[in-house]
Every structure is written in structure tokens, then in C-alpha cells.
């Protein structure tokens, strides 16, 4: 895990939750002039920060809290050309498309 990574983790305010927040800071990192990060420990923060309830309200989250990073590999639009007319409802159809994506998605 690295600074600015997306990760899922096990909600320190609700039980059976999860939350999805970007890492601000990592272990021994200084939060604000104020706080260090503990180890094992991460700040993390929401792109909102207006509406995120992330670190600034609960502080930093364990480590071993953290259930995966998130990655996003970015689609071409044209990704979808052709399906706009086939019906979505057919296996074939979706087959053809992950297809495609998988396809992009290994280059």
C-alpha cells in the first residue's frame, strides 16, 4: 500500500460495514502539525471531504483492517460501440463484452 491508493476496509463505526476512502498518510507520517500516524496504522480520507466521514472523524484505521486495494484501469468509451442495439439480457452479448474488456485490460 502506498500514499494516494484506494482501499476497502472494515468500518471502525459500524459493525459488518465497510468503507471505501483514499491513503492519505502512512505509518509515522504527521497529520495536520499534529498527529503522527501510529504503526501499523493509515489515515485515511474520503475525495469529498465535505461529506466523508474518514479518518478526521475516527483516526487512523489498522492496518489489518484494510481488506483490499482498489485499482481502476480506465475504459475507452468505445468499449460499449455495438451493444447500444443488442439485447443486455442475452449471455452471449455480455460474453462478447467481457471478452473485449478482459482483452483491454491485458494490454
Not at 497529520?31 to 478526521?56: K, Q, Y
Not at 484505521?61 to 442495439?85: E, Q
Request: charged letters at 20%.
Amino acid at each position: 500500500l502506498k500514499h494516494g491508493d484506494i482501499v476497502l476496509f472494515l468500518s471502525p463505526l459500524k459493525t459488518n460495514n465497510t468503507c471505501v476512502k483514499r491513503i492519505r498518510a502512512m505509518e509515522g507520517d504527521i497529520i495536520n502539525g499534529t498527529l503522527t500516524v501510529p504503526a501499523d496504522h493509515i489515515w485515511v480520507e474520503g475525495d469529498n471531504p465535505e461529506f466523508s466521514t474518514d479518518s478526521r472523524y475516527f483516526g487512523p484505521i489498522p492496518l489489518s483492517s484494510v481488506i483490499l486495494r482498489i485499482y481502476f484501469k480506465p475504459l475507452p468509451p468505445t468499449i460499449f460501440s455495438g451493444y447500444d442495439t443488442l439485447p443486455l439480457s442475452s449471455w452471449s452479448t455480455w460474453k462478447r463484452l467481457l471478452d473485449r474488456i478482459k482483452k483491454l485490460v491485458n494490454e
